[in-house]
Structure formats: structure tokens, C-alpha cells
């Protein structure tokens, strides 16, 4: 069974920046799409990013310009860099495997929180 770990989430205030990693084991990284979402309180979980084997990414409105996703094959291991955070990036932000470029996999990470606050 697919085993998604995300790190690299905390308190930051507004304008900063983080990185999210998110390292997969037991599947054939290279040939999966990856993706983050995200989750705030009372909201329904939404997508920030996603990227193809060949690292074609995609983006929400609400972040292009602002985070980048990208993917190291040889590590397993999907990131998100975050910049220029604000107060309404708060969330718990998910790693996801599988599924295609429009469409999340079935494979789910435990979440990783991230609070944009001064």
C-alpha cells in the first residue's frame, strides 16, 4: 500500500515562506502523478497543485505566481515552496498520489498543518 509522509509545516507569519516535502513509498514514484491540497476549517479540501511524471505542473488561481511545486524522482519525494503566505493559505495541506493532471489519485498523505498568522 502506497505510504505518503508530508513535513515542513508551521507557524509562519504573513509574507514568508515555507517548503513542503512529501516523501512516497511503496509505488513507482517516477511514473506517478502527485499533487497538495488543502483542507481549512469548515471548508471542503481544495487543490493547490499538481504534477505530471515530466514535471508539467498545474496550479489554483489562488496561488500561482506564489507557490511551486516540483519533484525530485531519484528521492521520491514531491515539494511545494511556498512564497509570499497569506493569512487564508492556512490549512492542513495533504500530499496525493496517482489519478492524472485533472484528477486526484486514491492515495492520501496524514496532512501536514501550515498557519499563516502574525
Not at 515530466?54 to 511551486?68: C, D, L, M, N
Not at 495541506?93 to 489519485?105: E, I, K, L
Amino acid at each position: 500500500q502506497t505510504q505518503l509522509v508530508e513535513s515542513g509545516g508551521g507557524l509562519v507569519q504573513p509574507g514568508g515562506s515555507l517548503r513542503l516535502s512529501c516523501a512516497a513509498s511503496r509505488i513507482v514514484f517516477s511514473i506517478y502523478f502527485m499533487g497538495w491540497y488543502r483542507q481549512a476549517p469548515g471548508k471542503q479540501r481544495e487543490l493547490v497543485a499538481r504534477i505530471s511524471k515530466s514535471s508539467s505542473t498545474r496550479y489554483a488561481e489562488s496561488v500561482k505566481g506564489r507557490f511551486t511545486i516540483s519533484r525530485d524522482n531519484a528521492k521520491n519525494t514531491v515539494y511545494l515552496q511556498m512564497n509570499s503566505l497569506k493569512p487564508e493559505d492556512t490549512a492542513v495541506y495533504y500530499c496525493n498520489a496517482g489519478g492524472d493532471m485533472y484528477v486526484s489519485g486514491s492515495s492520501w498523505g496524514q496532512g501536514t498543518q501550515v498557519t499563516v498568522s502574525s
